[in-house]
């Protein structure tokens, strides 16, 4: 009867441990759900061949779904010559109607789909955006510029020897990136329309990872010319170098926020970590992520101020985002290298397929991903012009 009892006693007591799990795993189900914005479903009609795909793109990197069923609005249109589009709720109002003309079809479908996705998401137009990346060529790397969505690629360098790290000037017509052209690393000033370059920093050791404040007045960068590599700024055209950290362990990839008067970096002591330094010096801080802090690197501040993106693991990376002010971090998808596109809502990152990377787009408050398709070789680093 005791052997029966205690028997009884132990079944109930799985019985309630199952529940009390159950229940613990459908509230961080219904915590995970609540925190993902849904797909809104969207029809196209009318359009064929390159607008189509374009517009499907387009819009699909912005958390929006492409249906003939169950559709909540409708985009028809036609694209003979000039490209038109008239937005729709199903059944309902129409929110606008217009045409648009001058430049490629292409360009005309970016156009429509930044006005679809301004109606529908409430975001600054992104579609007409440029990225920059390192691509391996041969089994070398070099710079390239791309439309956003991988089409209209250019090499812009043709050194055949390292490059790290583009970095944009604002206004997109000069990028910043390190290179072993010299036989020692150089951080290099590329003006993309002309090709001319001129050195910014070319000092003894290392010269890595420039990123310019949103005025394109400074740049921040890993400079080890002091023995450990530690954080330092200059003005654009290099003069009044300071230093802002003296570590003995590695400082990394410093990242600006919006209005210039913090830079967020990677300090790695025993395991590598974000902290946060005034732009004119004075004690750093660390920035608390919560339990994905393992081996961060490469953050990147949201342009309105209010994420900071970095990659964290090794081996098997995951984008995440955590408040500025630090926090609890979220993992957003697989992947390392996170960009921030101007509104602040879309992610360009690298992804390992294979022995290759590919350049996805996530769209952080839906978590859809897309790959940018159209780029051939190994490529990774990228970075969108502001």
């Not at 025993?270 to 946060?276: K, S, T, V």
């Amino acid at each position: 009867m005791k052997n029966f009892m205690r028997m009884m006693r132990a079944m109930v007591l799985a019985a309630l441990s199952g529940a009390m799990i159950c229940a613990a795993q459908a509230q961080q189900e219904l915590e995970i759900s609540r925190a993902v914005m849904p797909l809104i479903p969207v029809s196209l009609n009318g359009y064929s061949g390159e607008v189509e795909s374009v517009l499907s793109f387009d819009l699909e990197a912005l958390g929006l779904k492409i249906t003939s069923q169950g559709a909540q609005y409708s985009v028809t249109g036609s694209a003979g010559g000039q490209v038109s589009g008239t937005l729709a709720m199903v059944g309902g109002q129409t929110m606008f109607s217009r045409t648009y003309s001058g430049g490629s079809l292409r360009a005309q479908a970016h156009s429509l789909a930044d006005d679809i996705v301004a109606a529908l998401r409430q975001t600054p137009p992104i579609f007409h955006g440029k990225i920059a990346y390192k691509c391996q060529v041969q089994g070398i790397s070099e710079i390239f510029v791309s439309d956003f969505d991988g089409h209209n690629p250019v090499q812009l360098t043709h050194d055949g020897s390292l490059v790290d790290g583009p970095a944009w000037v604002p206004g997109g017509q000069e990028l910043l990136y390190t290179s072993w052209k010299s036989g020692n690393t150089q951080i290099l000033a590329h003006n993309v329309r002309t090709g001319a370059r001129r050195v910014l920093a070319g000092y003894p050791g290392s010269d890595l990872s420039p990123a310019v404040s949103k005025d394109g007045r400074r740049v921040a960068m890993i400079l080890s010319q002091g023995g450990s590599p530690n954080l330092w700024v200059s003005d654009i055209d290099g003069s009044g170098l300071k230093q802002l950290t003296q570590s003995r362990e590695e400082d990394s990839s410093p990242t600006w926020s919006p209005d210039g008067s913090q830079i967020c970096y990677v300090h790695r002591a025993g395991r590598a970590g974000l902290r946060i330094v005034r732009a004119d010096g004075g004690p750093s801080i660390p920035v608390r992520t919560g339990v994905v802090g393992n081996n961060v690197t490469g953050p990147d501040w949201s342009p309105d101020g209010k994420l900071i993106a970095f990659t964290a693991g090794s081996g098997n990376f995951t984008i995440c985002v955590v408040p500025a002010e630090g926090g609890e971090a979220q993992r957003l998808a697989a992947g390392e290298d996170p960009c921030w596109a101007p509104n602040s809502r879309t992610i360009i990152f690298s992804r390992r397929t294979g022995d290759r990377r590919v350049l996805c787009l996530l769209d952080v408050p839906t978590k859809s991903v897309k790959d940018v398709r159209q780029l051939s070789g190994s490529c990774s680093e990228p970075s969108w012009a502001r």
